[in-house]
């Protein structure tokens, strides 16, 4: 129990995403298409959350760290711990449009 509190209450800083994209990895977005097509991350992957894990096998082939976003940050966060538990390291980027305003300034 008290690692689970450390963890809710950990205050670690947050993954440096432009240092990870400048190391090869990957913006995957789990939006729908449509969202997708609304706007999005200059470069990143479409890949609805719902395919993920059928997808799983091609993204471990990019063999690239991944950085999930969506509109929120709920289905990211779904899609991350599907990635996780298949091998892939993965971090949650949360909403693609507040990823997109850190990675740029």
Known sequence: MLNFLKKLFSSAPPPN???MIQEGAIILDVRTPREFQSGHIKGS????VEQVKSKLQE????NKPIITVCRSGNRSGV???ILLSG???TVN???WNVLQQQIQS
């Open 17 to 19: 995403y432009n240092a």
């Open 45 to 48: 992957k479409n890949i609805p």
């Open 59 to 62: 993204i471990k082939k990019w």
């Open 79 to 81: 899609a991350k711990s």
């Open 87 to 89: 091998g892939v390291e």
């Open 93 to 95: 980027g949360g909403p």
